[in-house]
């Protein structure tokens, strides 16, 4: 087995280079690569685009890249939870590219998968559609949407092996193994990292042929953006 | 006029035994309050999971269990966890057989504008685009009007849209309707108090009325 395992995240992040194309698993706060970021956030960087299904919060997350002017350009699905997003939205700092969450999870995929193109119902009629061909299929109106892939992708798993293969645990599995396999080069964090052969192969999601480096996670927060508990 | 409460109550009256269900953000999440415990649902949360249990107790918390509002949930026996792309697969190929969502308009040919407001921030779409254009029935949780009075039923939506030809049914504070295929909003029922009159005064799109219109009666 190929050993993929880095010492830390400092190592693992150590060539992210300005302008380029990164990717973050995580839905909200839920499964994000915090060391991965918290590491980027050490480095001298800027003009970077970011492919993530949201973009943090103000003081977590992808919102801390954000605050250090990192970042030129954001491509998600829904960015409604970071009060400083919206200032450099709205002053012309930043751009963003909003993108239906299931054609977003579906051109990473894509983009994983080598298929450059495909056709989704989603957005068509819309303003997402402007620009875009517009197909009928079997009498439905379709839309063409590209695949999309990044220099860096960054994911979170809760176990992961030497040799790159991880398990996800529940909800925090999201975008994770897609951008796994989108990315030039993988970066994974795992709370828990094993020497390869430890994890039972029947249950790997994503195989370690998508990840170049792993490391072994340290301090994880795993902020909770919307506390809800039942009355009893 | 119906509470958030009994707009969601009201809704769950559709639900069927047997269906996978998406449960949009605000008043649709509520829905699940009142789906009858003898009917076996399954509630799909777009984030990755079919099985939405109760939100938890303090004990139960656990950050890697969320549903697509961000709120900490819990899951139900027999539940699955899967990828977004798993996800919306299983959206746009139709195996979520019912979604139910808010709108800020609606027109009478079924078109929905629920994302963005201009001159607002644009927050994002989310997983509604993907929603409305793959479920079969999409039932929509809405305020009859804004609260300057104007309505949110109308011929055509002013705001951008999020999905053509989609909404198939409308639970507003004031009524029942369903959106007919040929367009138009059909009148079922209308809230405790409301009078046809009224829901005639505020609905802008074509409303059709045929018969005596039932109130609608709340234990």
Redesign the interface.
């Known amino acids: 087995m190929i050993n993929k395992t880095v010492a830390n995240a400092a190592e693992a992040v150590k060539d992210v280079f300005s302008d380029a194309v990164l990717m973050f698993g995580g839905f909200g706060l839920s499964g994000l690569p915090e060391n991965s970021i918290a590491a980027l956030l050490e480095k001298d960087l800027n003009g970077l685009t970011c492919i993530s299904n949201n973009a943090g919060v103000d003081d977590f997350g992808i919102g801390l890249m954000l605050k250090k002017r990192m970042v030129k350009k954001m491509i998600s699905s829904y960015v409604g939870e970071n009060a400083e997003f919206e200032r450099q939205l709205l002053s012309g700092e930043l751009e963003v590219e909003l993108i239906p969450q299931g054609t977003l999870a579906e051109r990473v995929r894509a983009g994983g998968a080598g298929i450059p193109a495909f056709f989704t119902p989603a957005g068509v009629g819309t303003e997402v559609a402007e620009g875009k061909e517009i197909r009928e299929f079997d009498g439905k109106l379709y839309l063409m949407e590209r695949w999309l892939r990044a220099d860096f992708s960054f994911v979170k798993a809760w176990k992961g092996d030497t040799s790159g293969n991880l398990i996800f645990k529940g909800t925090a599995r999201n975008f994770n193994p897609m951008m796994a396999a989108a990315g030039k080069i993988t970066i994974a964090e795992v709370e828990e990292l094993v020497p390869a052969g430890e994890l039972d192969p029947n249950q790997i999601h994503t195989p370690g042929i998508y990840v170049q480096r792993i490391f072994q996670g340290v301090n994880y927060e795993k902020r909770i953006e919307q506390r809800t508990i039942r009355k009893s | 006029m119906l509470s958030k409460d009994q707009i969601a109550q009201r809704i769950a009256r559709e639900v069927k035994g047997g269906q996978y269900i998406n449960l949009g953000i605000g008043i649709p999440t509520l829905v699940a309050n009142y789906i009858p415990e003898n009917l076996e649902v399954v509630l799909q949360?777009?984030?990755?999971?079919l099985g939405i249990g109760?939100?938890?107790?303090?004990a139960e918390?656990?950050?890697?269990?969320?549903?697509a509002?961000?709120?900490?949930?819990t899951m139900v026996k027999g539940s699955a966890?899967?990828?977004?792309?798993e996800?919306?697969?299983m959206?746009?190929g139709g195996h979520v057989q019912l979604t139910i969502l808010g709108a800020m308009e609606v027109s009478e040919n079924g078109?929905i504008a629920n994302w963005k407001i201009p001159g607002k921030?644009?927050?994002?779409?989310?997983?509604?685009?993907?929603l409305v254009?793959?479920a079969d029935n999409i039932i929509v949780a809405m305020q009859h009007c804004s609260k300057d009075g104007k309505s949110k039923l109308l011929k055509e939506c002013s705001l951008?849209?999020?999905?053509?030809r989609c909404v198939k049914k409308i639970v507003s504070d004031l009524a029942v309707l369903d959106v007919l295929p040929e367009g138009g909003f059909k009148l079922l029922e209308r809230a405790p108090g409301i009078s046809v009159e009224e829901i005639i005064a505020k609905t802008e799109g074509k409303l059709i009325i045929e018969g005596e219109i039932p109130e609608m009666k709340f234990d």
């Not at chain 2, 918390?61 to 549903?67: A, F, H, R, T, V």
């Not at chain 2, 951008?160 to 053509?164: A, K, R, V």
């Open positions: 949360s777009e984030n990755g999971l109760p939100f938890p107790t303090e918390i656990d950050p890697d269990l969320i549903n509002g961000k709120q900490t949930i966890l899967f990828s977004s792309a996800s919306f697969a959206i746009r078109d921030m644009v927050k994002g779409m989310g997983g509604a685009m993907d254009a793959s951008p849209i999020t999905g053509i």
